[in-house]
């Protein structure tokens, strides 16, 4: 039997497993494939959202019609990455319709159910910054509200898909703090599949 | 450890039951790279640039070391990489479990069901254990492969 060096052997097992990885992720589809250097950012606590005065106020200059919900209206946040809103106002925001909604949960749950309208956008996936780049060239106006949402409590994704879109110039990012969950509970529409 | 404690036997068996949970776990990840990347940044342990690399490459280096330690390829090699993971994954859970911050293992791949936190700091403790418990069966191998060694000579 041939006589094993450990360390040797060690750098070979990782080497190995090195290649296979490599090769593992190249034939990957888009939903288990990964960037090498991830780009997550420390999720730092968001800010409730306070709504700004009335349609008179200042805000409302810049704020698109489809920004208000149940009164409320949502100005940009230039300081601040985005800002935490309640199920309540999402509602709202849904209602009024044009308000662009994400969803930060994987694909496969986005497939399952999602809110009506939302696109998918996972933050784990590899092709997220191919989306954020992709948003930011349809020529939106970035001051107008995006609600981007995931599965409430301690889910965080929300709050990274924010962070890239301000990243991008998009200033009013709301996080639906309670997320998916809440919009069931809810008993509201959803919507199965890849559309959107 | 006692002449029983190294036998060729019982070091085979072991040698299977270590291959067949590192290969599981492995598989369980490889399944899904961008759900144990998520797992992985849970933590708050590694910088974000960190996170995809490991959770690509972590997985294949414990199917490796499974199979090789199922084939007795490069066995003390294998089952002190092991024995490194091992330790590095009880420090990880230990330092989230001081800090009360739950965390799904991802030992084995993520969640199959939501988990209240309450749960998973429960769950967390009985990885730490299973783990402690591993690593007791990498230090037979260690020792066993060895003595093996040693007595060739």
């Known amino acids: 039997m041939r006589r094993e060096n450990p360390w040797r052997d060690a750098v070979a097992v990782v080497a190995l497993a090195c290649v296979a990885a490599a090769v593992s992720n190249a034939v990957a589809g888009p939903e288990r494939k990964l960037r090498w250097i991830g780009s997550y950012s420390a999720s730092a606590p968001s800010p409730a959202a306070t709504p700004a005065p009335g349609p008179a106020g200042p805000a409302a200059a ?3 019609a489809a920004a208000e919900g149940a009164g409320k209206v949502f100005a940009p946040h230039p300081s601040t ?3 935490e809103i309640s199920g309540d106002d999402v509602v709202a925001l849904h209602k009024g319709g044009n308000v662009l909604f994400l969803d930060a949960r994987r694909t496969s749950l986005y497939r399952l159910g999602h809110i009506p309208g939302a696109r998918p956008f996972s933050v784990w996936e590899a092709d997220i910054d191919d989306k954020v780049k992709g948003l930011f060239a349809e020529g939106r106006d970035q001051s107008a509200p995006v609600v981007v949402y995931c599965t409430g409590g301690d889910c965080e994704d929300s709050h990274m898909v924010g962070q890239k879109l301000y990243f991008v110039g998009f200033d009013n990012v709301l996080v639906y703090k309670d997320g998916f969950p809440d919009w069931e509970k809810r008993g509201l529409p959803v919507d199965k599949g890849d559309a959107p | 450890m006692s002449g029983r404690m190294l036998s060729p036997w019982l070091t085979a068996r072991i040698q299977f039951v270590l291959a067949a949970l590192f290969v599981v776990a492995g598989f369980g990840k490889i399944v899904d790279p961008p759900g144990f990347a998520h ?3 849970n933590y708050k342990l590694l910088p974000g640039v960190a996170v995809n690399s490991l959770a690509l490459v972590l997985p294949w280096v414990e199917v490796v070391t499974g199979v090789a330690l199922f084939l007795g390829i490069a066995r003390r090699a294998s089952a002190r990489i092991m ?10 859970l230990t330092i989230n479990l001081v ?3 739950p965390v799904d293992c991802g030992c084995f791949g993520g969640p199959k069901v939501p988990r209240t936190d309450t749960q998973r700091l429960g769950d967390m403790k009985i990885a730490i254990a299973r783990d402690l418990g591993m690593l007791l069966l990498v230090a037979q191998v260690l020792a066993a492969t060895r003595r093996e060694e040693r007595d060739r000579r």
Request: no cysteine; aromatic share 4%.
């Open chain 1, 81 to 83: 990455a985005r800002v």
């Open chain 2, 83 to 92: 024995g490194v993971l091992l330790v590095v994954f009880v420090i990880a």
């Open chain 1, 62 to 64: 810049v704020i698109p």
């Open chain 2, 39 to 41: 797992e992985i940044h």
């Open chain 2, 99 to 101: 800090r009360k911050h």
